[in-house]
């Protein structure tokens, strides 16, 4: 008997089952049916209207913040720019530092916006500038490598240090070596528009078509002084 009452009701909680497997997906596509439906007819735009309004009004408070953030960031390079001749004690004057960091655009290209060195993929255009021996020592040797390019010796980076010395005048040249000697936490005396022009003229004589070897540099300048 009692076998014959499961099997009674084996059927009915099958057939209950079927129901519910059969009614759920029905149901959503009734309702997917009546959305679309809405979408579609007269009703629809006021469907649409009602979806769309939120999204206007959660961006609204979103943009405040994007303003704030973009006017923070230009806020905080004058800062640090400011930082910098005051940490190097007597320092470089702000008016040097304003003419460099605008001639670094040139450098930028392959050294970085931060003088990190430029990434191309997993190499660097250039090395970073920040410690960078060859710039914070020998005046004469960083306005050397400007004036002549740095010969590419091996394939460590993707960029080439041409001569740069055309299309910088000689306070230019001055202000971009004071600007990345004293950006970056390095430190080192301002270049003087003096000290520039006295490399050009000195320097004038040195064949590098490809730029001076790195090992070379340091005799070139000690032959110069
Ligand atoms: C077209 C790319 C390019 C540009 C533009 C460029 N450089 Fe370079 N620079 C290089 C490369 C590449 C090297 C390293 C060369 C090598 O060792 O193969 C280098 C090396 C140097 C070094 C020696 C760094 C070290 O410690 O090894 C200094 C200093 C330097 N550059 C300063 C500058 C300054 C300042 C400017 C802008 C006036 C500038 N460079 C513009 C590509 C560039």
Same mark, same amino acid.
């Given at each position: 008997m009692s076998d014959e009452h499961n099997e009674s009701t084996n059927p009915v909680l099958a057939i209950i089952g079927k129901i519910f497997i059969f009614a759920i997906p029905a149901s959503l596509v009734v309702m997917l049916g009546i959305v679309g439906a809405a979408f579609l007819g007269g009703s629809g735009v006021e469907v649409a209207e009602a979806a769309a309004k939120p999204a206007p009004a959660a961006a609204a408070p979103a943009e405040p913040a994007a303003a704030a953030e973009s006017a923070s960031a230009p806020a905080a390079e004058p800062a640090v720019a400011a930082a910098a001749p005051a940490a190097a004690g007597? &320092? +470089?004057d702000a008016s040097q530092m304003q003419l460099g960091k605008a001639a670094y655009a040139t450098c930028a290209a392959c050294h970085g916006p931060d003088g990190a060195g430029l990434k191309a &993929? +997993?190499?660097?255009?250039a090395p970073s500038l920040h410690g960078s021996e060859l710039l914070l020592g020998d005046v004469d040797a960083a306005l050397l490598i400007i004036l002549k390019g740095i010969a590419?010796?091996?394939? #460590?980076?993707m960029g080439m240090m041409a001569s740069l010395g055309a299309g910088l005048d000689d306070e230019k040249m001055a202000a971009v070596l004071t600007f990345t000697r004293n950006s970056w936490g390095n430190s080192a005396p301002a270049v003087t528009v003096e000290e520039a022009a006295a490399a050009r003229a000195k320097f004038a #004589?040195?064949?590098?078509p490809a730029g001076v070897k790195r090992a070379e540099i340091q005799a070139i300048v000690d032959a110069h002084k």
């Open positions: 007597a &320092g +470089p &993929g +997993p190499m660097l255009m590419k010796e091996g394939m #460590d980076y #004589d040195v064949n590098a």
